[in-house]
């Protein structure tokens, strides 16, 4: 529901009058039972608390029809939860409702990409723009206030430091210009690949083609019980364990390593012979 709030209607939601208990309470449960007409004096009726509300997040620049609005999304909502015989008002129980859908448009609106995603992370970026508005240096990442919020909302300082930076540091577009004095030339052609180049992907092709050719050479040369057993135990999707592959052999678990151990140190000499480098295989 988009309600758009003009002046005159917001002089007109000034001269609302408030509902007594038993007048809110009868209309609550008759909009919870599904009466939508009983829903507009309801609604009209709390507006001036809503715009209350809204009014305190205005610093943030958004302005206040648009408040208002994620206000009366709250709201509603609140008024579908609410239970009237807890003997609370309407206005206590939605004020929290109204709250966090205020500050989550406020949250949302201020980056593309998502900044709080738990309410302690929520609540830590209203407390660091509360502070970043009270000082002219801004916050610094090492400060008392950095650690304290911490310790509040049970958080890392580190988790602190990068919620502080990136309200420090709204985004920008990647296509403006990367200075005033190169206008033609933007952030994003600025940004470094770390793909690696062609030359690079050549290089590391050919050796691995290269130890691939000697290993199957070295793997060649292996008795064919060993050559089974490293197969199996070191280029297998699902490796077994050496219990396991001594059943299937008909061999004990301890000469499996035994086997093992010879036909690596095997295969180490094997490549060491057909490359003609003892340092190949070191960390083998």
């Known amino acids: 529901m988009q309600i ?3 002046s005159s209607i917001l002089k007109h939601i000034r001269r609302q009058k408030k509902l007594s208990k038993g007048e809110e309470t009868n209309l609550i449960r008759r909009v919870q039972s599904g009466d939508r007409a009983a829903a507009t004096p309801l609604f009209l009726s709390h507006l001036r608390f809503v715009m209350f509300v809204a009014r305190k997040y205005r610093r943030f620049g958004h302005p206040i029809n648009e408040l ?4 009366t999304v709250g709201f509603m909502e609140a008024v ?4 009237p015989d807890r003997g609370v008002r309407l206005s206590t129980y939605a004020m929290w409702w109204i709250r966090a859908s205020i500050q989550d448009y406020v949250i949302r609106s201020r980056s593309m990409v998502k900044i709080g995603t738990s309410s302690a992370q929520r609540s830590i970026f209203f407390h660091l723009t509360r502070l970043s508005g009270r000082s002219t240096n801004g916050i610094s990442p090492t400060g008392e206030n950095i650690i304290s919020l911490a310790r509040s909302f049970n958080v890392t300082v580190s988790e602190v430091i990068a919620l502080a930076r990136r309200i420090a540091k709204p985004d920008q577009s990647l296509d403006i210009p990367a200075s005033r004095e190169i206008a033609n030339i933007s952030l994003l052609e600025n940004l470094p690949d770390c793909a690696p180049s062609p030359e690079e992907v050549l290089v590391s092709t050919t050796e691995q083609k290269f130890w691939r050719k000697k290993l199957c050479s070295a793997l060649s040369c ?5 050559l089974a057993i490293i197969r199996r135990r070191f280029f297998s999707d699902k490796i077994p364990s050496r219990e396991v592959l ?9 000469r499996v390593r035994q086997l093992e151990l010879r036909a690596l140190n095997r295969l180490r000499e094997g490549i060491i012979n057909l490359t003609g480098d003892s340092k190949a295989t070191a960390d083998g």
């Open 4 to 6: 758009l709030f003009s």
């Open 222 to 226: 292996l008795p064919p019980r060993e």
């Open 246 to 254: 001594g059943a299937e052999l008909g061999l004990s678990k301890e």
């Open 80 to 83: 579908k939860r609410f239970n």
């Open 68 to 71: 208002l609005q994620e206000g």
